[in-house]
């Protein structure tokens, strides 16, 4: 694996799960690593699990703070060469309970932020000649019931990878995407707001589903991401990887 010595990596959501593997790996191959997310307790905890690990307290959600975000990379390390748009929303709800609010929220964090962030990174990725990677879901290409604006907002987010990938490929930028299965987080309690009773029900569904049989753990989806990052995957754009044990081909 080529090595990341001296690039800056913006990772969204990066206080836990995938973000915070993923942070770890860069940080591993020598990169400055800036992880974001809502809680600075968390930030600053995640931080110090491995070196050249720095932290921004910023809300994907928030369309307001995506600007701020760059410009404070920039003003502490002078460029980025890689963002990872992993921060993610959902919820678990039929379309009879669908809300306006809860709609919103989930397209906010999974569509309109990473658009801003990637708007207002262009400058610089395209000094460094740099890589966006998108954080996508099995089902972002995978009908599931009661999980309908997850879905689409993740089947969103993959368009516009490859839109992006075609957009930008004449500035050098890269853009691809790692559409992870169910992997081992805080994310159905966090983000879903599920009950230990409620997320023990919906493992135990995806173990048996599984072609492999488990559920995947982040440094199974962090591994792609870095790899695809790399120089090594440096004639490879507008592409899904997806890693979830075969739960998108059942």
Avoid at 199 to 222: F, N, Q
Wanted: charged share 20%.
């Amino acid at each position: 694996m080529t090595q990341f010595n001296n690039q800056v990596v913006l990772i969204t959501g990066g206080g836990a799960g995938i973000g915070l593997c993923v942070a770890s790996k860069f940080s591993e191959k020598g990169a400055h690593v800036v992880i974001t997310g809502r809680r600075a307790s968390a930030l600053e905890q995640a931080a110090r699990t491995a070196a050249n690990i720095d932290y921004i307290v910023a809300d994907v959600g928030k369309p307001s703070d995506a600007l701020p975000t760059i410009d404070e990379i920039i003003r502490r390390y002078g460029r980025l060469d890689v963002l990872v748009n992993n921060a993610g929303a959902g919820a678990i709800s039929p379309l009879s309970q669908a809300t306006f609010e809860q709609i919103s929220e989930i397209f906010a964090v999974n569509v309109i932020g990473p658009s801003l962030l990637a708007t207002a990174a262009l400058p610089y990725l395209k000094r460094s000649n740099g890589s966006i990677i998108n954080v996508s879901s099995t089902f972002g290409h995978k009908a599931a019931g009661s999980l309908s604006h997850y879905a689409a907002s993740k089947a969103a987010l993959e368009h516009m990878t490859k839109c992006w990938a075609l957009e930008l490929a004449h500035d050098g930028i890269r853009v691809n995407a790692v559409a992870a299965g169910p992997t081992e987080s805080d994310f159905l309690a966090e983000r879903m707001g599920l009950s230990p009773g409620q997320i023990e029900s919906i493992k135990s569904e995806e173990r048996a589903r599984i072609p492999l049989g488990r559920r995947g753990l982040p440094d199974d989806v962090a591994s792609w991401i870095t790899a695809l990052a790399s120089s090594d995957a440096g004639w490879i754009t507008g592409q899904i990887f997806t890693v979830d044990g075969g739960l998108s081909v059942t």
